[in-house]
């Protein structure tokens, strides 16, 4: 599984600089963030989110950069090249959504439903 985040990392960067490169930076950040987006959706909602925790590079047992934190980094460097501040908030506007929907939150809240967000996210311990 490690070896398939590094190709899709490789995949997703070399994709967004030969967009760039022979297209504008808008349509490679745009295109980017659509097929990240996409990986993000599948991943949380199908796969458990086993994919994007794949790490990268690992130093010890527990200090590391992990697939989604890679992706992350990428893209908001490549939406602050490309847009400034807004490109950044874009990509957090992005993942935000995409966790809301993947946790069940994103129709409760759109109908108004705040104490979803309580039963969904518990903070400290409990019995």
Known sequence: MGLLAIIFLVFIITFALATMWYSSGEAAFFLTLGIVGLVFFWDLSSN????????IIMIGDWLGIRLWTALFLFLTTLGGYVFGNWGKAIVFLVLALIILYALGLLGPIASGDLSAIKQAVQVGGGG
């Open 48 to 55: 458990g989110g086993q994919f994007l925790a794949t790490p």
